[in-house]
DNA sequence: AACAGAGGCAACCGCCGCCAG
DNA sequence: ACTGGCGGCGGTTGCCTCTGT
């Protein structure tokens, strides 16, 4: 058990890939697919061990990956889903197209788990930090009724289940526009192979509706019910507010809110696309 | 300009489950 | 039933870059 018997083999370098290395991957993946893992290595022309290869192709090299900053509702999308999920990353990764479960996970603990904190919500539980507490149902025993397939339905149904976007984007004091503040002054570049990628996530100042901004507008959630196999820049403006009405809709429950008013309100619409995950997934 | 600390990210490690022999 | 190879996953580490002083 532990490390695969490829990585045993002298002569395996680790650390960062050069783009040589990328370069010799990528061509050998395109033209012959990767196949078995442990033989792309030699049959690349790569002194990596499989398992590296495979991860170097999943997280950078993949030709559908999207790369950039989070969007305003890609993070929501993933509290939500962490809310419902756990660490299971690569299920979260799975409904967010063009997204790793590694890039996902690295957001999370470096960026969003901050963010919740600052909001006064712990990160594990999605449960408020300090004396106030939400008459909410345990995350651990969803999550462990989701894991065994039963009530998953029935703890989302109730609306203080999932502490959620709503409270996290719609509290008093934030001020009007979008509370989280995308950084786009970093890690919106990518370095591989000196090509530079650049996505503009923000909308503090440009509003760009995210859909515009997800090249594989052909990547679908298959959301059963009522709304069954929107495309996925449909689902954004149909589930979530589209950028300019997120501004909208923020400014206005910031003015509502009152308690957990606005929260109940916007609470439908997560419901609607968590149950539908729970439909389809559990 | 130089340095230290913080943050972000790529990659590794170790474990698990599946499957073929 | 057992064993080893392999793919996949989540946790963690360490390097690099950025920011503040």
Known sequence: MGRHSCCYKQKVRKG??????????????????????????????????GKSCRLRWINYLRPDLKRGTFSEQEESLIIELHAVLGNRWSQIAARLPGRTDNEIKNSWNSCIKKKLRQRGIDPNSHQPLGDFKMPTANPENVNRAVAENSMASTCLSDPMAVFSLAQLSFRPDDSPHCSTVIDSS????????????????????GIIPWSELAPDTDAQLHLEGESEDLEWSEYLQGVFPTPSAFQTQTQTQSQQFTGLGAWHQNQNQQQLLL?????KDF
């Open 16 to 49: 960062l890939w050069s783009p040589e290395e990328d370069e010799k991957l990528v061509k050998h993946i395109t033209e012959h697919g990767h196949g078995c893992w442990s033989s792309v290595p030699k049959q690349a022309g790569l002194q990596r061990c």
């Open 275 to 279: 149950s539908d995950i729970h439909d």
């Open 186 to 205: 970093r890690s919106s570049m990518s370095k591989a192979n000196g090509v530079e990628l650049q996505s503009s996530c923000s909308f503090d100042g």
